[in-house]
């Protein structure tokens, strides 16, 4: 019996047996070829599959070429993501080969998935089910008779599902735990609580927790819900989403889900649950967003958390060796991300302390603001007269419309277009028109996208303690910094808008801090490239931008005049240092700072007579790139970088330009992180956290809310765990910190 087919979405594929001939294994002789549409259509919809899919059935390994293939066979999208992998124990999902064309790059991917065929064809376990054991636990009888398993197990993976995203906006449903792959059992709330000692406040858990190493899928999230909701403590603990972050940094691939369909036998599970979440939805007239897991009865909500827990511990089993035995990956994991877990918890349950009143009437003076803007728009003699011709109400936010405003019936002349062709009317383009009509949408859009985006949503958000309380994403970015989430992107609040900042104000008796890395990234390049060029500087304390602009210009002044005498070239020098950094060309660098491109190739060619060492590292760190595709930082996080592989030389390029970047950023984020960790420890053993509550790190800051008194104290100790010699510093000269206190974040002064 034939085992394996591979199936192409329509007969228009080019010579699919050829193609199959070229790249599968000699040792694969036995396989069918089959096609979703039997016409010669270059794209088909479900409706043109004329294939009887159900003869998929006979087959225990199907192959779908491509991305049409794989959707309407598997019901998956993503094929780059998914080549592959054994999926469901039943699919291996394979890159089109006509790909390489255009991604000639892809062609190590797609050999490397066809040779995966003779190692699953000769799997022992290959094809076989493996028998589920998965429980309610609904009465403390049941809990009574599984507690000596638990208590018995060396690890226990924890999973949660809750009514919300939040502990202070929702409950626990219920608690899925796991001492094994293919085994869970699911304990409603109820039993919990019934199982509390009036005496000492707790129940088995808490003992059990806190004498067990526990694995969760995004720990930060279900730690923070049981420490609120019961007050479990986990000394010891482990993570699987940052395991794989470890493993494979690409954002947006970490979800329990994705990865269970990649690396377990459990499949699509989510699948069943999804369907009776639209239905539900459908009958009780509600929106799928306002949906909760409250609603799921719990003959579906119970085997759907025993799935997340077993999918979580065969991921652990697959990951954790993966992680210990790459060293690199080993200190990156236990030394920065599982402590940071625990200091980010910290922060998402501090939250920052918002001054109600100002911001309800902040509110009201932008919703003034707006109107007063839109009325200027809407009496414009021009507006009008587009409203007469087009015999419909103007909108400033149709582009189509701006585009018919500036360039038809103002004839303005439009500088740019978009991808698709069309005259463009974005920031750049409205601040060039220089026109009182084109200022006058811009600052509608900036008011409309400071109340919708912050002020609405921080009013929305606000807890009963008047504070805010948002998330903090360790693998939302593949540089190591964080990300923010949640009621409120930290990472996103203008930096040039006060306004927001001002909401977050200390109460009597407090002060903001925020303490800043000095010129982070350069400092990391000279200390990683040991130019010695760029640390005299840092040794000296000298005004970096000022030092470099001295020695580029030849000017005529000592280094601490420059600033004031020459602001233009302190400012160009600064503008020719990042655009090295980031390898940015001459033309570039000379629009940066308003030069001629050979006076930038002039400064950037003295830059690096002075400057060898660093000349010597961005080039030793792009050959590398360049022959490898891949490359670690400092603290072990590895950036692949496929497209330095491409035959495009722009696209190539561009990637060996960020993996540089990446070196010196993710350096800095990383030191800003430890720091955070050994910070929020010291909090903790000083128990002082009612006192000093950081509250926000935003790049390479972090803000606290500080007792008055303690605010000295505070900052020197923030220096000195920021600036702690972690082997990538300055020979004697650790990174500087600047501090600036205030009333609120957005008051700040100098220290």
Not at 238 to 252: I, K, N, Q, R
Not at 550 to 562: A, R, S, T, W, Y
Not at 656 to 674: E, H, K, T, Y
Request: glycine share 6%; hydrophobic share 35%.
């Amino acid at each position: 019996m034939t085992q394996t087919c591979f199936v192409f979405a329509s007969k228009a594929e080019k010579s699919p047996e050829s193609v199959i001939q070229k790249y599968i294994p000699e040792s694969v002789d036995d396989y069918d070829i089959h096609f979703l549409c039997s016409d010669n259509k270059e794209k088909i919809l479900k409706k043109d599959i004329d294939m009887d899919i159900s003869i998929l059935d006979s087959y225990k390994l199907v192959c779908p070429i491509g991305a049409e293939s794989l959707k309407y066979t598997a019901g998956m999208t993503g094929i780059t993501k998914y080549n592959g992998v054994h999926i469901e124990k039943k699919y291996l999902p394979i890159m089109h080969p006509n790909l390489i064309v255009f991604k000639p790059q892809y062609e190590d991917e797609i050999i490397k998935a066809f040779n995966k065929i003779p190692e699953i064809l000769s799997d022992e376990d290959f094809g076989k089910t493996v028998d589920k054991d998965y429980r309610i636990i609904e009465t403390e009888n049941d809990w009574d008779n599984y507690l000596p398993k638990l208590r018995a197990a060396d690890t226990i993976v924890v999973d949660i599902e809750t009514t919300s995203l939040s502990p202070r906006t929702g409950h626990v449903l219920g608690i899925a735990l796991s001492t094994q792959p293919n085994e869970g059992i699911y304990v409603l709330s109820d039993v919990i609580e019934a199982t509390y000692n009036e005496d000492t406040d707790e129940c088995e858990l808490h003992e059990i927790f806190r004498n067990t190493h526990c694995v969760f899928h995004n720990a930060k999230f279900d730690m923070g819900f049981l420490m609120y909701e019961y007050g479990f403590e986990f000394p010891s603990f482990d993570d699987t989403m940052l395991l794989h972050y470890c493993l494979e940094e690409a954002v947006g691939t970490h979800g329990l889900k994705p990865l269970a369909l990649r690396f377990t036998d459990l499949g699509d599970y989510e699948r069943e649950l999804d369907e009776y979440k639209k239905t539900f939805a459908r009958k009780n007239k509600i929106k799928l967003e306002d949906f909760n897991y409250g609603m799921l009865p719990q003959d579906i909500l119970g085997p759907y958390a025993c799935k997340d827990a077993d999918a979580t511990f065969q991921l652990y089993e697959k990951f954790k060796p993966l992680v210990e035995n790459n060293q690199r990956f080993n200190r990156l994991y236990n030394e920065i991300l599982v402590p940071a877990t625990k200091s980010l918890m910290m922060l998402e349950n501090n939250g920052g302390p918002i001054d109600v009143t100002a911001l309800e009437s902040l509110d009201e003076n932008y919703a003034i603001d707006i109107e007063e803007c839109q009325n200027e728009i809407f009496l414009n003699e021009a507006v009008q007269r587009f409203e007469r011709i087009y015999e419909k109400t103007f909108n400033p936010n149709s582009t189509a419309q701006l585009r018919e405003l500036f360039f038809t019936i103002l004839k303005l002349k439009p500088t740019k277009k978009t991808a698709t062709g069309a005259w463009s009317v974005d920031k750049e383009v409205l601040q060039e028109l220089k026109h009182p009509l084109a200022e006058a949408v811009l600052d509608l859009r900036e008011k409309n996208k400071l109340r919708g985006t912050y002020i609405a949503n921080i009013l929305k958000g606000i807890d009963k303690d008047e504070r805010l309380r948002s998330g903090f994403n360790i693998q939302g970015t593949t540089s190591g910094r964080l990300s923010s989430s949640g009621v409120l992107n930290y990472q996103n609040i203008p930096r040039d808008n006060k306004d927001i900042k001002k909401m977050f104000k200390a109460r009597p008796g407090f002060t903001i801090v925020q303490g800043d890395l000095g010129t982070a990234e350069v400092y990391y390049a000279a200390a990683l490239s040991g130019d010695r060029f760029l640390q005299k500087a840092f040794i000296d304390k000298l005004d970096f931008h000022s030092y470099v602009a001295k020695q580029i210009f030849n000017l005529p002044c000592e280094i601490d005049q420059v600033k004031s005498s020459f602001p233009d070239k302190r400012q160009h020098a600064k503008a020719i240092t990042f655009g090295i950094m980031y390898q940015a060309g001459p033309a570039k660098i000379a629009e940066t700072a308003e030069v001629q491109t050979a006076e930038a190739r002039l400064f950037i060619n003295k830059y690096f007579k002075e400057a060898r060492e660093l000349k010597r590292f961005i080039d030793n760190s792009n050959t590398f790139i360049e022959n490898n595709a891949y490359i670690y930082s400092f603290f072990g996080r590895k950036r692949r970088l496929p497209e330095a592989k491409s035959t495009n030389q722009g696209v190539a390029k561009h990637a060996i330009r960020s993996g540089v970047n990446f070196l010196v950023q993710s350096v800095a984020s990383d030191i800003n992180l430890l720091g955070l960790i050994e910070l929020t420890d010291w909090i903790k053993q000083e128990n002082i956290g009612n006192q000093i509550i950081p509250f926000t790190v935003v790049h390479d800051s972090i803000v606290a809310e500080v007792k008055e008194e303690l605010v000295d104290d505070y900052i020197v100790k923030v220096k000195e765990f920021i600036q702690k010699d972690r082997g990538c510093s300055i020979p004697d000269c650790p990174i500087g910190m600047d501090f600036e206190l205030g009333p609120s974040w957005g008051d700040l002064e100098n220290y």
